[in-house]
Every structure is written in C-alpha cells, then in structure tokens.
C-alpha cells in the first residue's frame, strides 16, 4: 500500500478498522442494487467520525477539515464511498459559522450522537444548474413563517437526511441576484409526502440523488440562517470545505486504483512475464502517482490555510481540479492495466471508474474552476 503521508496517523488507522469491516464484496452489493450504505454511515456515526467538525461542546471532536479529509480519503482509497454522509462534513460549516445559535443548540448535539442526520444540500435545480443565482425556488414571509414553494434536483441523500440546508430566492425585486438569496435549515421530518416529496433519480453510480418538490411548505423563521439575503455569500463561504473535502476523495480514489494497478500488473503474467515488466503499463500509472502527489500537497496547504483561517480560494480550487484529474488518469490507467478484468463486476475497477468520474462534474465542474483560475486569479474578462 502506498504511504505518501504520514499526519493524523491515529485517525488513518482508526478509519482504516472499520473500513476493514465494509468489503468492496459489500459495496458492490449496493451498487448493484442502488441501496444506501446504512450500516456503514451507522457505524462511522457510532464512532464519532461524522461528528468531527462539530466542537466538543455540543458533543462533536471538534478536528479541522485536514483531520476531515483524512477521513474521507481513507474511506475512498478502502475501496468504499464517502458520498453517502460527507455533506454532514462539508454543509456543517455553514451553520457554525453563520447559524443562530437557536439552530446551533436546537440540532447540533443530536447531528453529532447521531440522532439527527445533516445529509441533504438544496442548491442545484432544473433550469438554473450552475448559474445558482437563478434558481427559482421561492421563500415569500407571511408573518413569522416562510413559505416555500419550487423544486430541487440532484439533492443527494434527501431519502436518508433528517435535515436539509436550502438555497432559496426570498426577493424576487432585488436588482442584485447575489443579494437574492437566503439559506435554511429545514427539519423535513414532518412535511415528507405532504409539503415536500422526493422522487429518486436512477443514476449510472450509487449516489441516492433525488429531486425534491417544495408545495406550500411553512416554516417558522427561526429556521434561516444568518441574515435573509445572504445565502450565496454563506454557500461561497463554504465551498472551499466542500471543495478540500471532495479532493480527498479523489486523493482516496487515485491511491486506490494506484494500489491496484501496481499489485495486479506485477502478478499478470502475459507472454511469459508480468504484464508491469512493460513501460506502456508502468509510464500512465507512475503518471497517476506523480499527479496524485502534486495534488495531494496542494491538498494539505489548502487544508493548512483553512484551518489557520486564511484565505485558501486558490489552493481549494486548484487541488480539486488537479486530483479529481489525478483520480481520472488513475482510473483510466487501472482499466487498461486489468485489460478485459476491468469490465468484470468481480474486480470492482468498473464501479470505482465510474464513481471517479464524477468529480469531473459534481459538486463542482472542472469547468467553473478553470472559469474561476481565469477571472479570479489571472484577471481575465468574465465569460458569463
Ligand atoms: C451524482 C450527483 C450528485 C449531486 N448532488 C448534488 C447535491 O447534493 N446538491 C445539489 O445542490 N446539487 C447536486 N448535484 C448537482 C451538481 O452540482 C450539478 O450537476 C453541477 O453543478 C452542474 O450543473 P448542471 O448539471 O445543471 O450542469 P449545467 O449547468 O447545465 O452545465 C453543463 C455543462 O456546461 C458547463 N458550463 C455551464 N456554464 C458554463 C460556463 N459559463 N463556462 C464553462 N462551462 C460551463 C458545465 O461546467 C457543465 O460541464 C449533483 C450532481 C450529480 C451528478
């Protein structure tokens, strides 16, 4: 197994025994049957790790986003998908920072015994996509409640998610879109098949995504979050989290499918020697590996700077999109090291391949981080 670093060694090995526990035999089953991985989200909240960004008052461990990815990577290069609970890591941000403490006290220490699940993330819909500023999902006041009408789409684990943070318009006059926008905490418990109805979308990877239907849902307005008008700035203020978080998981992926590669092409043996003795097999892989290192430092200063509170805009964006690649070149190379292997079930290289394959797109696209490098950080003009 490669070891290309060596902090948060105690967590490493603590995740690692009770990924042990959750075969790939075990994934595998539920990709099959795109069922949601409840024993294994029971067990990480049982042992305390999806609570680890909440603070030690309101009964979490109250670790930094490194101590997060750290977690995350392990579960991903085990072989398994952090997908089905990570949103409890990257969303948390949002209602520590900028949620009353009304909320703050009303939820926290249930997320964190495992009472409550923080799961589900209302942002993208149908006709908006990536231009978040125009969604359409409207919050109007009446008195002290909100009411909501609208509809999301892609909302992941909606199905398996107590609570819901909601991007939604509560000004429909306001000139500037940014100002738009406000953020909720939703208890859905109540209004599920009534108010709000979740319709599953059938998916090429086991992701438990979902479209969600607003009808005349009321909520008391204890539940925004922060100041009306300011949900985008909260989301932009979070993203750089959920960014870190989900470059781990490709970190977690690529060394997976280096692993792999590596063991698989030194014991094929093909015209009487090992199949890895070839450089077309070693050269895309030694690739992968050299991508992944580079990335995975970007990583851990991007994780550094956020847990020193600096600014890590440059370094979140840029290691997503260098390890979401490093993860895909990775998979790539796996697939043409196991050759007609790869497309069995049995091998398990099929399902992470197409697991990978969606940090190319969600949460974020490679896109819009070549989109922010460009304004951003190289002033170039806006393309949109
Ligand atoms: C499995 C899965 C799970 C998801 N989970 C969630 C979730 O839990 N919550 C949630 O809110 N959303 C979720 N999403 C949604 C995801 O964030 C969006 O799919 C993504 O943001 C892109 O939006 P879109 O699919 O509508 O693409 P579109 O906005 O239609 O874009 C299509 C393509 O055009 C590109 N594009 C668009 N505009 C530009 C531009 N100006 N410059 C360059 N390229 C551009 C995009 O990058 C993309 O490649 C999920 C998506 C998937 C597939």
Redesign the pocket.
Known sequence: MIETNTDWQDLREGIRSVCKKFSEDYWRELDQKRKYPTKFVNELTNAGYLACLIPEKYGGSGLNIRAASVILEEIHRSGGNG?ACH?QMYIMGSLLKHGSEYLKDKYLSNIANGDLRLQ?????E?T????TMSIKTYAVKKGDKYNINGQ???????EYSDLMLL?AKTNKEEKNKRNSLSLFLIDMRPYINKEINIKPIK?M?N?S?TEVFFDNLEVNENCLIGEEGRGFEYILDGLNAERLLIAAECIGDAKYFIDKSTKYANDREVFGRPIGKNQAIQFPIAKAYSRMIAAELLLQKGCNLYDNKKNCGQEANIAKLLSAEASWDAAEATMQTFGGFSFSEEYHIERKFRETR?YQ????????I??YVSHKILGFPR??
């Open positions: 997908a949103a589900a993330f209302g942002v993208t149908p908006s996509g990536t231009d999301k789409i892609w909302t992941s684990r909606a991007l998916t990877i992701h995504s969606l797109i969600a949460p974020v696209s490679t896109n819009m070549l989109a393309s949109y």
